[in-house]
DNA sequence: AACCTTCCCTGATGGC
DNA sequence: TGCCATCAGGGAAGGT
């Protein structure tokens, strides 16, 4: 599930190994994914990658006339294939994580979109169960800020601040989980960081935002940007799909605290982590950490609930 | 307007 | 061995 630092990851990648190039062909398996037309698709032959930019969890190919606006879903996958290096003869598939491929591979029947460069490289778009999509605008101004409006806070970025993130708490009643996922909110986060973010901030998934104390919502302002910081460090979360612009897995799913974990002791604490379900998404927390009780007003927890850094 | 539910999609997994 | 039900989940759509 690529959220904001496995995109990220993806982003970096493909600068540093695709910028510049021009697009000398296209081969598209037509399929839900392409939310443009095939004509809009071909349209993008002869130009050139002149940027990679990301927004929340959208990866943006800038062209000269036109912007490729990739979303990976769940199992969206963007890899270069070099013909310079041998194609991995089958997947492999990581004990631990379900990962399904190493290094590059062939087209196969879920690869859906072939990006031929000049230099016989070539960009692929693989997703096994299609909820990313595949958008070609053309480059006017403010198009793409208009495309992507609907999006919330960018981490990173100079909008995000103390003060504006207070700001989307008002008129809100809805859990902080589900709070959380919501990309008008900030952008970007999924949910592996949202939960992984709930536990460093020592927050119940379950609990309304109305009820947040300021303190816990200024815990959670920082949280969200160190697990996403630890994300992209790590090179992103591989649980089942994700893999880099090379193929090859990231390394922050063994540095979670609550995803996945449950079962297992918590990291501070040693309570077994605990997994439910709000809001239709499956959702880990310490019981230990993340007390569902809403914090007294009047005694502060002397013992601080502040979380370590996840690294 | 905010919130909630349903749906899309495939592969892995477990029960029988 | 095979068949079927279940689960995973980002975001759009539609209903309340």
């Known amino acids: 599930m690529p959220e904001l630092p496995e995109v990220e990851t993806i982003r970096r990648g493909l600068e540093s190994a695709v910028l510049g190039a021009r697009i000398e062909d296209v081969v598209q398996k037509p399929c839900r994914v392409f939310r443009c037309t095939s004509e809009e698709l071909f349209g993008i032959r002869g130009q050139h990658l002149q940027r990679l930019l990301r927004r929340g969890k959208y990866l943006i190919a800038e062209l000269e006339n036109s912007y490729v606006v990739f979303h990976l879903g769940m199992t969206g996958q963007l890899t270069v294939r070099d013909p310079a290096r041998e194609d991995a003869s089958r997947f492999i598939r990581h004990e631990t994580t379900g990962l399904q491929r190493a290094h590059q591979h062939a087209p196969d029947r879920h690869t859906h979109l072939e990006i031929l460069l000049g230099d016989g490289r070539e960009i692929l778009y693989r997703d096994i169960r299609m909820f990313g999509k595949i958008h070609v605008l053309a480059r ?9 409006g609907h999006l919330g806070l960018e981490p990173f970025s100079s909008e995000y601040t103390l003060e504006a993130f207070l700001e989307k708490f008002r008129n809100r009643k ?7 996922l919501d990309q008008s909110v900030v952008a970007g986060v999924g949910n592996i960081y949202a939960d992984e973010a709930l536990f460093l901030a020592g927050i119940h998934p379950m609990r309304p935002v109305r009820g947040l104390r300021k303190y816990e919502k200024v815990r959670l302002f920082e949280t969200i940007l160190k697990t996403l910081e630890a994300g992209i460090q790590f090179g992103g979360t591989s649980m089942s799909d994700f893999v880099n612009s090379e193929g090859r897995q990231g390394s922050n799913q063994e540095k979670l605290n609550v ?4 079962g297992q002791p918590c990291t501070i604490c040693a309570t077994p982590i605990q997994k439910i379900v709000v809001s239709q998404r499956g959702t880990h927390f310490c019981p230990g950490c993340q007390p569902r009780s809403r914090p007294s007003r009047i005694v502060r927890r002397s013992r601080t609930r502040y979380r370590r850094d996840p690294s």
């Open 174 to 180: 809805v859990r902080v989980k589900p709070f959380l």
């Open 140 to 148: 006017n101004a403010g198009v793409l800020e208009s495309f992507l």
């Open 259 to 262: 995803y996945a974990r449950d």
